[in-house]
């Protein structure tokens, strides 16, 4: 079974890190519906990320950050990476590094207690600190979130409010009037989930990180776009415009009506069905962000010699890699692998679960995860893994 329906919400085990609630039953009842705050989610929280790790990851090339600090009504937003001197400083300010989880270990952990959510909605991990008084202010995401304290104390101030008011001339998202409903002092392991679209606003008590786990929220516009950019590859019309009842004209400059009719027609026969759509989101879902890199190993393996090595280790997926599946077919950053028939399972299973046991790996398993290796987007497991 792939999905799990209510009617499974009394033979799906609680979960900690929701308080007990099963996955289904917390996709009923709190999923894009309603706030949940879970005292003591993830006791292991704070071994997540430190400050030190996490001002090392603010001033890297490849990690999208930003810091966010407020004097009076002024807000400023600077982009990373930052300068040693930007993580310093009096006063309230907040550092947010994005998609932490590409770069340790222990982040691509905390995401996968999740993978009761599809993989085509997990985004990433972000992890921000602040000093006391610092935060991004109030505002609404238009994504689902679980707000984890890692370190330090976050109150959190929420509100179901229908009034959404923006204020302008602002360089980030700000609300004109959050009417808070519920208050929360999130102290390290506490989690707080937030449907899209709930108005919050989270100050730092003391010097504290915070972890969010967050979900893609494409616009319908951006979804439409996508599928057409993909589209135009696919499109098959062959011939080329003929208008053997064309009238002549004393307006040649004119787009005639016949002209638009013909080409209206034409149009009418671009089409898409179910198939094309799967195949355009297992593309576009596992694209990666246009910043990712993936490194080709360091004195990469031969084909034969990473078979006995994987058989040994297991393979594990790289932290930056999308996997998914759809019938019979796996997509990898953006691509669609050709498989075997008598891999799909196992291949399926390594998207799944991103990683495979040496025992599992046969030769032919081997060969099909080799050119994946190569271009870095899987690893020989580490032993102990
Ligand atoms: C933060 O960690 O300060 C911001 C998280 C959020 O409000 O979504
Ligand atoms: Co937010």
Known sequence: MTTLTPADATSTPPLACLGGLSAVAF?????????????AAVPDAAGVIDRETLFELAQHPDAQTRRIACKGDDWTVDHG???PRQLSGKGPWTVLVQGINHFLPGADALLRRFAFIPYTRLD????SFATAGGGVGPHYDSYDVFLIQAHGTRRWQISGQADRALRPGQPLKLMTDLRAEQSFDCRPGDLLYLPPGYAHEGVALDDCITLSVGFRAPTHQELAREFLFWLADRIDLPGFYADPDLNATTSPARV??????????????????????????????????????????????????????AQRHGVALDLQTLMLHHGEQVYCNGE??????????????????RFVEGERVDRALAEQLYPLYLAGHLHLARPGN
């Open 27 to 39: 996709m009923a009842s709190h999923w894009q519906k309603k706030p949940l705050f879970v005292p």
């Open 81 to 83: 990476p930052l300068r």
């Open 124 to 127: 990433d991990v972000m992890a």
């Open 256 to 309: 005639d009506e016949g002209l638009i009719g013909r080409v209206a027609a034409l149009l009418q026969n671009i089409r898409w069905d179910d198939a094309m759509v799967a195949a355009f989101l297992g593309h576009y879902l596992s694209e990666p962000k246009p910043h990712v890199l993936f490194d080709a190993p360091d004195d990469a393996l031969g084909a034969a010699a990473f078979a006995r090595a």
């Open 336 to 353: 669609a692998l050709m498989v075997e028939p008598a891999l799909l399972a196992a291949l399926c299973d390594l998207a799944d679960r």
